[in-house]
């Protein structure tokens, strides 16, 4: 079942829903695995666990968790290639990464820097910050 979340990290306080969580008892400490339910195509799916660093999906639900023993895998539920998982490796290496990260964004952006627009990725088809960014003034 889909939980929420709420994790202080240094300043910032991160909030966020993730789809299942489950407690894994291998070994003497057990793991947390994060399961997060995809819909997409398979291809893509797998494409999204070839470099745990590009993923940030993943690293941040990690980052809403207080556990170093963590696995991630996205469950990917089709009609075409039934259900198949895809582990995401080096998750807390990701998570680790993502904190570093967005510690820096924000001390930057505290001292005054100003965040450059990336406008990448179909999201900005769709993004309801589009105006902020103004993408379609781009040259």
């Not at 291809?43 to 207080?66: C, H, I, N, S």
């Amino acid at each position: 079942a889909e939980t929420s979340h709420t994790q202080s990290i240094g300043s910032v306080t991160l909030f966020g829903r993730i789809d299942r969580t489950d407690h894994v008892h291998q070994g003497p400490d057990g793991q947390v695995l994060v399961v997060d339910y995809k819909t997409e195509p398979l291809a893509k799916t797998r494409g999204r666990v070839k470099e745990p660093l590009e993923d940030t999906q993943m690293a941040f639900y990690a980052a809403l968790l207080p556990h170093d023993t963590l696995r991630g895998m996205y469950v990917n539920v089709g009609e075409k290639d039934g259900t198949k998982s895809c582990e995401q490796l080096h998750l807390v290496d990701a998570r680790d990464a993502l904190i570093e990260g967005l510690l820096q964004d924000v001390e930057a952006i505290t001292d005054g820097a100003a965040l450059p627009a990336l406008g990448e990725g179909v999201a900005c088809d769709f993004c309801d910050a589009r105006g902020l960014c103004r993408k379609d003034f781009w040259i």
